[in-house]
């Protein structure tokens, strides 16, 4: 069991430019989270989703979009990077139903130059 | 908006001492309160945890307590090792019965051998 990955490990991007952060879990879990943790801001909630084909916005969605067509894969999408969003960028997931503990990916670093 | 502060942010303690992380909540609706550990350059890893239903709860060195009159919850860890030394971060639910956490700023905790 795999558990939960991100791909890819690290990116350099140029200002302007889109790109997917690919977030796969195969616990079958019910909820996915998308967190960015900068040094001093512990981990900020991006987007989620509850359940496959719903999503919700967390504290900081700006400049981030989500989908979530199956269970297992929930995508995080920056249509045109900017330098502020360079950051560590978690996938975590929960089964969901009134169990919230959430297990987290191993993280994606972007540099957005 | 609700936000979670926890102190101190650094916190230096001889192997075989205790230490103690604090983390102050503002959403009265919160029921579910986690703490993390992250290690240089690894993931968040879920530690212990506390429901809003339960005032203190133990697993082997380390503890939870949590005072909802006061909105404060801590994190006590016992007997500390060098390999407690990490980032520690505590978080409350946004509301009750929601996966949605919001994060404190983390805490580096160095054991020193």
């Known amino acids: 069991t795999a558990g939960i990955t991100q791909a890819p490990t690290s990116q350099i991007l140029a200002a302007g430019r889109s790109m997917t952060l690919r977030c796969t879990q195969d616990m079958r879990h019910n909820a996915m989270y998308w967190y960015r943790q900068d040094l001093g801001l512990g981990l900020r909630l991006i987007h989620y989703?509850?359940?496959?084909?719903?999503?919700g916005k967390g504290e900081v969605p700006d400049g981030y979009s989500v989908s979530r067509a199956n269970t297992d894969d929930f995508p995080l999408t920056l249509a045109s990077a900017v330098p502020s969003q360079t950051s560590v960028y978690f996938c975590?997931?929960?089964?969901?139903?009134?169990?919230?503990?959430?297990?987290f990916g191993p993280g994606t670093r972007l540099t957005v130059t | 908006g609700e936000n979670v502060e926890q102190h101190p942010s650094t916190l230096s303690v001889q192997e075989g001492d205790s230490a103690v992380i604090k983390c102050t909540y503002s959403?009265?609706?919160?029921?579910?309160f986690p703490w993390y550990k992250q290690e240089l350059g690894k993931r968040p890893q879920l530690i212990i945890d506390?429901?809003?239903?339960?005032g203190e709860k133990k697993d082997q060195r380390i503890a939870v307590t949590l005072n909802k009159t006061a909105k404060h919850f801590s994190l006590h860890i016992t007997e500390t090792q060098p390999e407690d030394s990490a980032v520690y971060f505590c978080?409350?639910?946004?509301?009750?019965?929601?996966?949605?956490?919001?994060f404190g700023q983390g805490t580096t905790l160095q054991v020193k051998p």
């Open positions: 975590a997931s929960s089964p969901g139903q009134g169990n919230y503990e959430q297990y």
């Open positions: 989703s509850n359940t496959a084909g719903t999503t």
């Open positions: 506390i429901r809003s239903n339960v």
């Open positions: 959403d009265s609706a919160s029921n579910y």
């Open positions: 978080a409350a639910s946004k509301g009750s019965n929601t996966g949605k956490l919001i």
